[in-house]
């Protein structure tokens, strides 16, 4: 079943949602999938869609949302910030433990890129009973200040993201959050996995996130696969790494 959902954030704006619910039960494991920079919740070329629809089919509930300023949910891409960001996964795990198609006590954090970063820099506050992390972005910190400074310093405060503006804003904001230790605390099980020819997310940051999970995460890297996982095997590996870590969740 898939159904097309809205929710009020904290500060008023509605984001709008896909859930998918498998056929048969109730109360399933929710995985709440977070997108990444300039993208939404169907993902690159469809790939969330594709995932929760083959989660469903396995029992496993999906909630994937538009965040503020992104999509079809209100606001602006140049009004987006990260801590934006993190509340609106707040509010949406807070919202998806109250419907009757959740188990409240099994909700999934995941997440793609800068979906990622965000979702490791959300699990301590949020602390849910799992997390994935797919390729997360965490390179986007490094020199975020520097960048927005040297732009400010030529007058410039907003930049143009193929038709998106993007205001300095946002990386003043962001360089609150240095990555990895924003991330420290959270102990429940992480699945973190990279394609070997991402050429975005090294295996570098991904060692980095594997050593603050005390011996609690699985990295698994696809062979050939880019930092959108932009294959008919990428997709079926990932598909499979997926299944294989929820599965013993249930």
């Known amino acids: 079943m898939t159904k097309q959902v809205e929710i009020t954030n904290r500060d008023g704006h509605i984001l709008r949602g896909i859930v998918n619910i498998p056929e048969d039960g109730t109360r399933f494991p929710a995985i709440v999938n977070v997108h990444g920079f300039t993208g939404n919740k169907s993902g690159y070329k469809s790939i969330y869609t594709h995932t929760a629809r083959f989660l469903a089919e396995h029992g496993f509930a999906s909630v994937r949302f538009d965040l503020y300023g992104n999509g079809e949910s209100d606001g602006e891409f140049e009004d987006m910030t990260f801590t934006g960001i993190l509340h609106d996964i707040e509010d ?5 433990k109250t ?3 959740a188990n409240p006590d099994k909700i999934i954090l995941s997440g793609q890129s800068m979906g990622g970063y965000a979702a490791a820099t959300a699990a301590p506050i949020v602390n849910p ?3 994935m992390l797919m390729c997360p ?10 960048r927005a400074e040297a732009m400010e310093a030529q007058g410039i405060t907003k930049a143009d993201i193929e038709g998106l503006t993007f205001p300095t804003s946002f990386n003043h904001d962001l360089f609150n959050y240095e990555p990895f230790s924003s ?4 102990n429940g099980p992480v699945l973190l996995i990279r394609g ?5 997310v090294d295996d570098a940051t991904c ?5 603050l999970y005390n011996g609690k995460c699985n990295y ?3 062979e050939g696969a880019n930092h959108n996982f932009a294959s008919a095997f990428a997709r079926a590996e990932l598909d499979k790494l997926m299944l294989e870590f929820l599965t013993p969740l249930k």
């Open 92 to 96: 949406i795990i807070n919202w998806t």
């Open 99 to 101: 419907q009757d198609f």
């Open 129 to 131: 009973y799992a997390l």
């Open 137 to 146: 972005g965490a390179g986007m910190w490094f020199g975020c200040k520097d």
């Open 183 to 186: 991330a420290e605390g959270y």
């Open 196 to 200: 070997t020819a991402d050429d975005l």
């Open 207 to 211: 060692h980095r996130y594997e050593s």
């Open 220 to 222: 698994k890297t696809i």
